[in-house]
């Protein structure tokens, strides 16, 4: 399995997580920091999550609840040196991710910072 395929189903999981688990922070660990032998809490802290962001990255997060009562959040990552050099808007490199958290109590924005950063180190290569 490639780098990207397993950055792919790593951010399905992510994505697909009804809340912070031990075990997904440390598939995440490993796929963005190998040379460690622990990891943060990133699938539960925004913190830690935001670590993950590439160098350079603008990060934009949107937080509500939408009509049906849930929770929602919605991440945009968009790579700095595309923005405002002379850039066509079609030619800024931006990644997402939203997540809708049914159950209450659960802040599903961790996860979703999580898996536009995975995103966005699938198109930066590492």
Known sequence: MSKDEALRDLIERVERAEGPAFALDCAIGQALRPDR??????????????????????????????????????????????????????????????????????????RAIVAASLRAHMGTGG
């Open 37 to 110: 032998d622990s990891w943060p809490a990133y699938s539960a802290s925004i913190d830690a999550a935001l670590t993950l962001a590439p160098r350079g990255w603008i990060v934009a997060l949107r937080r509500y609840f939408n009509s049906d009562g849930e929770y929602v959040s919605a991440v945009w990552l968009t790579d700095s040196s595309t923005v405002g050099r002379g850039c066509e808007p079609d030619e800024e490199l931006t990644v997402s991710s939203r997540i809708v958290e049914q159950r209450e109590g659960d802040d599903p924005t961790p």
